[in-house]
């Protein structure tokens, strides 16, 4: 039972380049989540998906846009990577709105 | 704006001591609390409390949620360096998404 799968693990971008990091839960979950997690500040939502077909902005969405491929998978694309987008990544997942979060295991990036 | 504010920012204590770990919150509409523990990666759910269920407890943690004075504690007792990890505190508000507290990181030295 893989529960929820981040890849990749780390990435090293230079400023300005692109990426997508993938998402995907096997727990058929409804909602979906991204994540920031940066020293000394806790973690922050960047954008959310509560259910296949929709998406929101969180708390930290500048810079980033997001697709809900399908129920399973939830991607978040930078289009031009800036040094303060380095931080280390979670996806999360739940089943309705009032059950915990399952977090994937995160992804670090570093834009140089 | 709604806010967790958890305290103390870190300690360390040496196995076998009792550990207190405190989450307090301003929230609109409170639905839930939770507790998390962080080691190397993903975080890991460790209790939800709602009006419903102010109390929690498992193994050697346990938890409890002051609806009137807006704080929640996380204790742990006889520690083990396995306790070694961030601890994240978090409030849900009705409607809303999870507000998370900057964590406590808590070292069980041998």
């Known amino acids: 039972n893989a529960g929820v799968t981040q890849t990749p693990k780390f990435q090293v971008l230079k400023t300005g380049q692109s990426m997508t990091l993938q998402c995907a839960q096997d727990?058929?979950?409804?909602?979906m989540y991204w994540y920031r997690q940066d020293p000394g500040m806790g973690l922050r939502l960047i954008y959310y998906?509560?259910?296949?077909?929709?998406?929101d902005k969180g708390e930290v969405p500048n810079g980033y846009n997001v697709s809900r491929l399908n129920k399973r998978e939830f991607s978040l694309r930078l289009e031009s990577a800036a040094p303060s987008q380095t931080s280390v990544y979670f996806c999360?997942?739940?089943?309705?709105?009032?059950?915990?979060?399952?977090f994937g295991n995160g992804t670090r990036l570093t834009v140089t | 704006e709604d806010k967790v504010v958890q305290s103390p920012l870190s300690l360390v204590v040496h196995e076998g001591d009792t550990v207190t770990l405190n989450c307090s919150y301003e929230?609109?509409?409170?639905?839930?609390l939770l507790w998390y523990k962080q080691e190397k990666k993903a975080p890991t759910f460790l209790f939800m409390l709602?009006?419903?269920?102010i109390e929690k407890k498992s193994g050697r943690l346990s938890s409890i949620l002051d609806k009137k004075e807006l704080f929640s504690i996380l204790n742990i007792t006889a520690t083990q360096t396995g306790d070694s990890a961030v601890y994240l505190c978090?409030?849900?508000?009705?409607?809303?998404?999870?507000?998370f507290g900057k964590g406590t990181k808590l070292s069980v030295k041998p």
């Open positions: 999360a997942s739940r089943e309705t709105a009032n059950s915990p979060l399952h």
């Open positions: 727990m058929n979950h409804n909602s």
């Open positions: 998906s509560a259910s296949e077909g929709t998406t």
């Open positions: 929230v609109t509409n409170f639905r839930s």
């Open positions: 709602t009006s419903s269920g």
């Open positions: 978090a409030v849900e508000p009705l409607g809303g998404n999870l507000i």
